[in-house]
């Protein structure tokens, strides 16, 4: 049995707009609710009720059955989340400290993304000149972290230790190892170049048969062609 709600227009049969069941469920548009509040209107539904132990919303716009896995979801799980699906999955995940997740079902940070994808994202800007903006205050620090394995390798991006420039920052060393100062110029080795390029250390330069080597310490410094500094042809001061 159930409780019927219809309308008549101009003496006509009346047509049924709304049923109670009575199982307590309500249907707008159709005979036969789905869940606690069935809304169907065409080919498209809406669906209110509880799946999984957290409240759900259904939206099928492809004819309306909530079948065949053209449908998606937004729940209010049991774990604190809000959730984003399709076909009764999850694939969006919102924590209740603000964290969403894509494809991460416990997000650790504002934006999470978990795919077993060799590309995560991509940011098409069309016809327009376009950037991807990072922002900091004074005296702190923005970029890219890179990890292994779930282990800290580097940063790129402004060190809130060398401010004036771009860093290439070795977290295994806790060291800047090449730097672009504002103004061009670049540092390997350090953070305070003072020509084009300064290398901090000793360079080799050239191919695997023939190299250029330099080398510096306390008491002399040289350019050399060769395996030795003294036993290769060699331009050195002291």
């Keep these: 049995s159930a409780m019927l709600f219809s309308t008549r227009a101009n003496g006509a ?5 709304m049923r109670i069941t009575s199982a307590g469920s309500v249907g707008i548009g159709t005979a036969t609710p789905l869940s606690n509040l069935s809304v169907f209107e065409g080919t498209s539904a809406l669906a209110l009720g509880e799946y999984q132990s957290g409240a759900v919303i259904w939206l099928d716009g492809a004819n309306g059955d909530f079948t065949g896995g053209d449908y998606f979801n937004i729940r209010a799980n049991n774990s604190g989340q809000l959730t984003f699906g399709y076909a009764g999955g999850d694939s969006v995940y919102m924590s209740s400290a603000g964290n969403v997740g894509i494809g991460a079902g416990n997000p650790l940070y504002k934006l999470h993304v978990l795919a077993n994808s060799t590309t995560l994202a991509m940011f098409d800007g069309g ?5 991807v903006a990072i922002n900091s205050d004074n005296g702190k620090s923005a970029g890219v972290k890179y990890l292994n394995a779930g282990t800290t390798k580097w940063f790129v991006g402004h060190y809130n230790g060398a401010p004036g420039g771009f860093s290439f920052y070795d977290a295994s060393t ?7 100062e504002e103004g061009g110029n670049v ?3 350090t953070t305070d170049p003072g020509a084009a390029l300064e290398v901090l250390g000793n360079a080799i330069i ?10 510096s310490d306390s008491a002399y410094s040289g350019i050399y062609n060769g395996s030795a500094l003294g036993t290769d042809e060699a331009i050195y001061f002291g």
Excluded: C, H
Excluded at 127 to 131: A, G, V
Excluded at 174 to 180: D, E, G, H, M, T
């Design 127 to 131: 016809n327009q000149n376009n950037w």
């Design 174 to 180: 806790s060291a800047v190892k090449l730097y672009v």
């Design 13 to 17: 049969n009346p047509t049924e707009q």
């Design 187 to 189: 540092g390997i080795g």
């Design 206 to 215: 050239g191919s695997a048969a023939t190299k250029l080597r330099t080398y």
